[in-house]
């Protein structure tokens, strides 16, 4: 094993044997296989938004140093965790995960061989796991769990939709998110009502740019 990647599973662990109190841990985790899949998993300026805009637009903050955490209640994390090329830390990662605070972990993998979801869930059991498929290949990898070993899954490339599900889940304990989600909601309903009108009223062509 390399020292980086012996250091990184070393902090994991170290992280696991500390009891900090949950204001200071992160609640969720997002893991991706690379850091390729960074524009689907986080979303893009260019592309879709995802995880990592779901939950800013809910007020979380993204935790970066265990030592100094946000001053934001509800913070995540983000790390790259490879099944194939580093499964010691694809262990290490789930393995600590509840013990580092978290309540559910967001896992997304692309490629044909998307194994980092279903193996993180059998591990972190019965911390729940959202799995990603990044690409649409990597859908029957990512949902084909046998029975017994549970996995909740989004469509492909759908993080967005992965952190509303994460964050619905801790609202089931925390009013405050519940709050939060019914706003976005009632904010994505004034929105599709903004468009129908704008639509509506100024006639297809216009709306469309065509004349
Ligand atoms: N992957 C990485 N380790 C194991 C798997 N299945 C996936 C990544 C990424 C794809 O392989 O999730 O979607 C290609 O990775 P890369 O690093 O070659 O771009």
């Known amino acids: 094993m390399t020292d980086e990647l012996d250091s990184l599973i070393g902090t994991l662990e170290t992280e696991a044997s500390r009891d900090r109190p949950p204001e200071e841990t992160p609640e969720i985790g997002i893991i991706m296989g ?21 939950l800013t637009e809910l007020g979380f903050v993204e935790q970066t140093s ?10 995540f994390e983000t790390y790259v965790v490879s099944a194939h090329r580093t499964p010691d830390l694809l262990y ?4 600590t995960a509840a013990a580092r605070g978290l309540d559910v972990i ?9 194994d980092l979801p279903n193996m993180t869930a059998s591990i972190a059991y019965p911390l729940p796991v959202i799995g990603v498929p990044v690409q649409e290949k990597s859908v029957d990898s990512v949902i084909g769990m046998p029975q017994g070993a549970p996995l909740v899954a989004v469509d492909a490339g759908k993080s967005f939709n992965a952190a509303l599900s994460a964050v619905q ?5 925390h009013p405050d998110l ?12 004034a929105g599709v009502a903004d468009v129908s009108r704008d639509l509506h009223e100024r006639g297809t062509p216009d709306f469309q740019g065509r004349e």
């Open 34 to 54: 690379s850091d390729s899949d960074l524009d689907v998993m986080a979303g893009s300026e260019e592309g879709r938004p995802g995880a990592y805009d779901a």
């Open 66 to 75: 265990y030592d100094e955490p946000p001053e934001a209640r509800f913070t």
């Open 92 to 95: 290490a990662y789930a393995e």
């Open 106 to 114: 967001i896992a997304g993998a692309g490629g044909k061989s998307a």
């Open 169 to 173: 889940m801790l609202a089931r304990q």
């Open 178 to 189: 519940e709050d939060r989600l019914r706003a976005y909601h009632e904010d994505l309903q």
